[in-house]
């Protein structure tokens, strides 16, 4: 089994790489190739199993020379996210379309169709969105990342149909916790407030603590990946909408506080940014029994989510809770 990871070096690339390299296996057989294709990859382990791609997914070059010795899945993760690829137009086009259409391209010409997990995003719905959503809500993209990502589900719909390429699409929702650091993610602040509540730091909140969002660890999302990959008959629709956690910021906020301690609520100030919070504040009730009927899954609640995205035992989340309460 060969196994292709782009954006090996990302917040879930890496963790995707590292249950892989736990699992040891994909599909029912061994991973005996874990390539690995990002700009960067410091700080992947050292294993013999990895094989390393320096480049940009843009060069069809790079792409050629890393599956020439065939390939059996591939999860494609790289993207310039959408707040980056709104100001970087250029630089999103050639990404997040471009380059997915050429790996597509280079895909559907193996002699076996090889599995293709795609990490599309809720960003495709847009910020008009119905007060209670399932699954046929109809895509109404308003960011050019977003475009992008509905246009490459629509190529590999059609590649699938055409059993050329054994796709699969998640549309995937705020992933936490990223590291606090720039990442072009205009929905960065879900992140944020995790960690600087976990650290005991203030913090500002762009939206309002009456702000909803739809959730899911990094822990969880590689579920979510590696089930989409292991599916053997996932049926002639190819784009999932993976089942969310809706949480305002006050539910997360009551979940730090059980978590950490009611004392670190107080370093917590808002200042809400009205086209901000429009966009990443008012997601709704989301239903998806038929991603649900496949095995996909959600964090559970709001203290799993904490759990899964900061580490947070059971015990350590009672045992910082009580340091919190009495600090």
């Not at 050292?46 to 999860?75: N, Q, W």
């Not at 559907?108 to 847009?126: D, F, H, I, Q, T």
């Not at 089942?243 to 808002?270: C, K, M, N, T, W």
């Amino acid at each position: 089994m060969r196994v292709m990871v782009t954006g090996a070096n990302g917040f879930v690339g890496r963790e995707l790489v590292r249950r892989l390299l736990e699992a040891g296996e994909l599909r029912g057989q061994p991973i005996e190739a874990l390539l690995l294709l990002d700009r960067e990859l410091d700080g992947q382990p050292d294993d013999r199993r990895l094989r390393r791609h320096f480049g940009s997914v843009t060069d069809p070059a790079l792409l050629r020379r890393a599956l020439a010795d065939g390939i059996d899945v591939v999860f494609h993760l790289v993207s310039i996210p959408g707040g980056a690829a709104e100001a970087q137009y250029e630089l999103g086009y050639q990404v997040n379309l471009q380059a997915s259409l050429e790996l597509l391209q280079q895909l559907r010409s193996r002699e076996r169709p090889p599995v293709l997990v795609y990490a599309s995003s809720v960003a495709v719905y847009g910020c008009e969105l119905s007060a209670r959503m399932d699954e046929g809500q109809a895509p109404n993209p308003q960011l050019s990342y977003a475009a992008h990502k509905l246009m490459v589900e629509t190529a590999l719909n059609d590649l699938a149909r055409r059993g050329e390429v054994d796709g699969r699409a998640l549309r995937l929702p705020g992933i936490v916790a990223r590291p606090r650091e720039p990442n072009g993610l205009r929905s960065a602040f879900m992140s944020d407030l995790l960690h600087a509540y976990a650290a005991g730091d203030a913090y500002t909140c762009p939206v309002s603590p009456q702000a909803t969002a739809w959730w899911m660890s990094a822990r969880c999302c590689v579920d979510n990946l590696l089930h989409a990959a292991e599916l053997r008959e996932p049926g002639a629709e190819r784009v999932w909408q993976l089942p969310v956690l809706q949480l305002s910021i006050a539910q997360v906020l009551d979940a730090l506080a059980a978590a950490y301690g009611e004392a670190r609520r107080e370093h917590i100030a808002f200042a809400p940014d009205a086209a901000l919070e429009a966009l990443f504040g008012r997601y709704p009730p989301l239903r998806t029994p038929q991603a649900r009927a496949l095995g996909f899954r959600h964090d559970g609640s709001a203290a799993a989510l904490l759990r899964n995205a900061l580490d947070l035992s059971p015990r350590r989340s009672r045992a910082a809770a009580r340091k919190g309460v009495s600090a």
